[in-house]
């Protein structure tokens, strides 16, 4: 049951990955290069403050600097089952169309806010492959909000989170224990990534 509902998420992914994988550049993809300010887009109310953001013609919000914290004790990565990894991606996933389908009502909107998550999401793909410059964490700042999403009742809170998109790379937490070896790694993640575009393509047509 979940691996056949994950699938879309993959796909998405991968696709949004597989178009982003050299550097973002917002001057040549399609929603940006059209509309390098979308305050107001169509004269929708809906998308007034848009820009504020990650800034005017910064659509995706690539980061460009990380603040890596130092952690008091090191944060280390522990292996679990890939499914117990895939439930978590899922929720991730269905609480993103729970947030535009219940928060925007307006159908442009909805479309636009999802693609600039899509794009955002993105970017980690070439964090993954060590073709960014970054490292490959997360900023603890932005996740430590994951506990004001709901009220008691469980609907979606309404209130203001008080951080921007440009406060994300602030706070970044780098986990050691990966097994990236500088030497065999870069050809190795690539096929993996290769792969997985091919499954993408395959499961899509
Ligand atoms: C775009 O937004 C990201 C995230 O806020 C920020 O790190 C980056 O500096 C911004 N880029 C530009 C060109 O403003």
Same mark, same amino acid.
């Given at each position: 049951m979940f691996a056949k509902i994950a699938l879309p998420l993959f796909t998405i992914s991968v696709l949004a990955g597989s178009a982003?994988?050299?550097?973002?550049?917002p001057n040549t993809q399609s929603l940006a290069r059209r509309h390098q300010s979308f305050d107001n887009w169509g004269g929708l109310s809906s998308f007034s403050g848009f820009d504020n953001f990650y800034g005017v013609d910064n659509f995706s919000g690539e980061v460009s600097d990380q603040v890596v914290v130092e952690q008091q004790e090191e944060v280390v990565c522990q292996a679990v089952s890939i499914e117990v990894v895939q439930q978590k991606l899922l929720v991730l996933q269905e609480m993103a169309k729970q947030i535009i389908s219940e928060q925007v009502c307006e159908v442009e909107t909805q479309t636009v806010v999802f693609q600039q998550f899509l794009s955002s999401c993105s970017h980690f793909s070439s964090d993954l492959l060590r073709t960014?410059?970054?490292?490959?964490?997360?900023?603890s700042a932005i996740v430590? !909000? !994951?506990?004001?999403?709901?009220n008691a009742d469980e609907s979606l809170s309404t209130y203001?989170?008080?951080?921007?998109?440009?406060?994300?790379?602030?706070n970044i937490v780098v986990p050691s224990g990966?097994?990236?070896?500088s030497a065999t790694s870069p050809a190795s993640v690539g096929n993996a990534f290769n792969a997985a575009l091919g499954a993408t393509s395959s499961s899509s047509s």
């Amino acid at each position: 049951m979940f691996a056949k509902i994950a699938l879309p998420l993959f796909t998405i992914s991968v696709l949004a990955g597989s178009a982003l994988a050299a550097p973002f550049n917002p001057n040549t993809q399609s929603l940006a290069r059209r509309h390098q300010s979308f305050d107001n887009w169509g004269g929708l109310s809906s998308f007034s403050g848009f820009d504020n953001f990650y800034g005017v013609d910064n659509f995706s919000g690539e980061v460009s600097d990380q603040v890596v914290v130092e952690q008091q004790e090191e944060v280390v990565c522990q292996a679990v089952s890939i499914e117990v990894v895939q439930q978590k991606l899922l929720v991730l996933q269905e609480m993103a169309k729970q947030i535009i389908s219940e928060q925007v009502c307006e159908v442009e909107t909805q479309t636009v806010v999802f693609q600039q998550f899509l794009s955002s999401c993105s970017h980690f793909s070439s964090d993954l492959l060590r073709t960014s410059g970054h490292q490959v964490g997360y900023d603890s700042a932005i996740v430590s !909000h !994951h506990g004001s999403f709901y009220n008691a009742d469980e609907s979606l809170s309404t209130y203001d989170l008080g951080f921007s998109g440009s406060d994300v790379g602030k706070n970044i937490v780098v986990p050691s224990g990966s097994n990236w070896n500088s030497a065999t790694s870069p050809a190795s993640v690539g096929n993996a990534f290769n792969a997985a575009l091919g499954a993408t393509s395959s499961s899509s047509s």
